[in-house]
């Protein structure tokens, strides 16, 4: 959504709901959570989910968008997937007084149009003031293409005063086959004035096969036009390629070659002909129709595979150039295009260049092969085991269980050829937090760890909430993990980030309850004085808070012996009889229903068959509460403890101690949890 429409969106959304929403939100262009706050005429808007950018690219991350009247802040973070970059991305743009200002901050990989690949950082700003424009682009990092690889670093300035261009390069330049150029260079535009500083020196070897460069003889009298322009005197069109893709593949590889003057088929009078580098052996001319090709005048796609020859050769280059013959007898002879023939497996880049193990690797480059099959990458002698990702220009692996050394990385086919080595090292450094996007949220809610040492890409890494992982994976580099909360009971939890050098340290976050308590039941019913009682439910926490018990306007804490998300146990503190409600508050205040419970004491009415009997004798003490399902009490006579055959709630049958004295009367009273009934007096007969 553009900063526009996110102002109208923002307006609509505050004066349809209000201060204050939060709601998952899907258009066009974005798909993901939204909030909206006002206070007075400034209004936020937080965003978190996935925009469409560009032409078919996705960024996913956050947004935050301050507006007061005309003018307004928005801060853009996250992760850039498309077809010509990926990598993290920020941007910063704002509007304050009329005064336009944009910057986007762009780290990671970029795909050019040649099929290259820049690597590293780039920084665009925009700064608008009525007529008055300025602009401006930065690039530094590494440059790897058909025709350079090395270190880049791009200035671009213009206002309408001045326009500046500053590019410095250093490293390879393959012009040729022949002539290989290593240096730096440093190319400036000023004003539409060009200079030029060449530091570039030749240096002696191939692009490919690694031979001592050779200044190759004349190909043939025919071919002289093509090498030392103007030997001839031709007067008939000569042919000029402009092109031939792609550069490098196996010897299945369908070629094209653009250009002009190639003639309009092929025949006697129009050739292709093919020559290895290094040598100068012929293959001879090529047949294009003939093995499922095409040839115009502009344009000649043809198989590689013409013979066997192709898929058993070593990895070398190949010569293209095309020949005509003319009535009158005289010759032209293109330009020479050059191809690559690798049969074995080319890895061009190694992403990242360190890492823990467990972390993941992107290796790109050509010919790894469709499917793995038998092959894999090799750190050392060691070849990984786990892979998210293999075809014929991308592996994903892990790294493997390595020793923290430098290590030769290698890609081994499924015919065992084997790629040239890139260097990995693997650390032990663990990974360190240093911040959490926030302190607390709820279940489903997005939270970000901030620190180092993460590894740049995921692999096994995992963000963790005590003992269980966070819920996917919405980012990750090597300083930042973000993931949802899990479903887990509310409390504090320490947040650990787990990476293959280890485990980091701990930062405590709150899970916030899903909802507030909610009692479903409370056992026994009814208990007694001091006695013990559980409540169950949900949503108690993890952690413990309060079970509040009431009787009227009077509110007492009640000793907590026990807590979880499902059950807390209290001692009753009230000791008269009743009924009371409790209530659990979670260990963040918030209290939820009442619940009812009653407290009794044992009460005595009477004996059967009668309040007297002899030491020996079965006598029932009758009453009410004298027991329940969960307890039985003691019936004392006297002092003395007497033994008792029979439990209910309303008798209990006792025998009369044989240590009382016959013509004596004894009170008698039942003690339960605690709790001592009144005393009736029984009398001991002789």
């Known amino acids: 959504m553009n900063t526009k429409l996110m102002l109208l969106a923002t307006a609509l959304c505050v004066a349809l709901t209000g201060l204050a929403i939060a709601e998952p939100v899907t258009t066009t262009d974005f798909q993901g959570d939204v909030k909206v706050e006002q206070a007075g005429d400034m209004t936020k808007e937080t965003r978190i989910g996935k925009w469409q950018y560009g032409a078919g690219g996705i960024l996913e991350g956050e947004a935050v968008l301050d507006v007061a009247g005309s003018d307004y802040t928005l801060t853009k973070r996250g992760t850039l997937e498309s077809s010509a970059f990926q990598g993290e991305i920020t941007i910063d743009e704002s509007v304050n007084q009329g005064v336009s200002l944009r910057k986007e901050s762009l780290k990671g990989r970029e795909i050019l149009t ?8 780039i920084v665009k700003e925009n700064e608008t003031r009525g007529d008055y424009k300025k602009d401006s682009l930065v690039k530094t990092g590494k440059l790897v293409s058909a025709a350079f690889q090395g270190d880049l ?17 250093n490293g390879t330049w393959y012009v040729s086959p022949d002539l290989v150029l290593s240096g730096d260079m440093v190319i400036t535009t000023d004003n539409g004035v060009v200079s030029v500083v060449d530091g570039r020196k030749q240096v002696v070897t191939a692009p490919v096969s690694g031979a001592p460069v050779e200044i190759q003889p004349a190909l043939a009298k025919m071919a002289l036009n093509a090498i030392e322009p103007g030997v001839l005197a031709v007067t008939n069109p000569t042919p000029d390629v402009t092109s031939l893709t792609p550069n490098m593949g196996n010897g299945t590889t369908l070629i094209t070659i653009n250009g002009t003057d190639f003639g309009e088929y092929q025949g006697t009078m129009s050739r292709l002909y093919i020559r290895e580098y290094p040598g100068e052996g012929e293959y001879g001319q090529w047949d294009v129709p003939a093995f499922g090709g095409s040839w115009t005048n502009t344009q000649i ?8 020859v192709f898929s058993e050769l070593s990895d070398r280059q190949i010569r293209f150039f095309v020949w005509r013959e003319f009535a009158d007898g005289s010759i032209t002879c293109s330009n020479i295009a050059y191809f690559n023939l690798r049969n074995s ?14 972390s993941e690797v992107v290796l790109t480059g050509l010919l790894f092969g469709a499917t793995r099959g038998t092959g894999k990458v090799n750190f050392g002698t060691t070849p990984a085991v786990t892979y998210s990702n293999w075809d014929n220009f991308n592996i994903q692996c892990a790294v493997p269980n390595l020793p923290g050394d430098p290590y030769s990385v290698t890609v081994v086919d499924s015919n065992g050829r084997v790629s040239e080595a890139k260097s990995f090292t693997v650390s032990t450094v663990s990974p360190n937090i240093t911040s959490l996007s926030s302190t607390s949220g709820a279940p489903g809610a997005r939270l970000q760890a901030n620190g180092t040492n993460f590894g740049l890409l995921q692999g096994t890494g995992t963000l963790k909430f005590g003992n269980t992982p966070g819920n996917g994976s919405w980012g990750w580099s090597d300083t930042h993990a973000m993931c949802s909360i899990p479903s887990i009971p509310a409390g504090v939890y320490p947040i650990t980030v787990t990476a293959g050098a280890g485990t980091s340290n701990a930062v405590n976050f709150t899970v916030l309850p899903a909802g507030p308590p909610v009692i479903t039941g409370i056992t026994p019913a009814p208990g007694y004085p001091t006695q013990q009682f559980t409540i169950r439910g949900t949503n108690f926490c993890k952690d413990k808070g309060l079970v509040i018990v009431s009787f009227g306007a009077v509110s007492t804490a009640a000793q907590v012996t026990s807590w979880s998300d499902t059950e807390v146990k209290f001692i009753s503190p009230v000791v008269n009889p009743g009924t009371y409600n409790a209530i659990v508050k979670n260990f963040v205040g918030t209290g939820g229903n009442s619940s009812v419970f009653s407290v009794v004491k044992p009460v005595i009415t009477g004996f059967s068959p009668k309040a007297s009997g002899k030491v020996n004798s079965q006598v029932y003490v009758l009453g009410s509460n ?3 399902a969960f307890v039985k009490g003691t019936v004392k006579v006297g002092t003395v403890t007497a033994v008792t055959t029979e439990w209910a709630a309303n008798l209990i049958l006792f025998t009369v101690p044989a240590s009382l004295t016959p013509g004596k009367s004894y009170p008698v009273t039942v003690t339960i949890e605690g709790s001592t009934s009144n005393s009736k007096n029984f009398s001991v007969t002789r």
């Open 114 to 121: 040649d099929g290259g690949i820049f690597e590293g950082e």
């Open 153 to 169: 670093a791009l200035d671009e300035y213009s206002d309408p005063k001045r326009s500046l261009r500053k590019q410095s390069l």
């Open 301 to 308: 796609t043809f198989p590689l595979a013409r013979s066997h």
């Open 345 to 358: 497996p080319w890895l061009a880049n190694l992403v990242p260049a360190s890492g823990p193990v467990g």
């Open 626 to 628: 004298l027991s329940s």
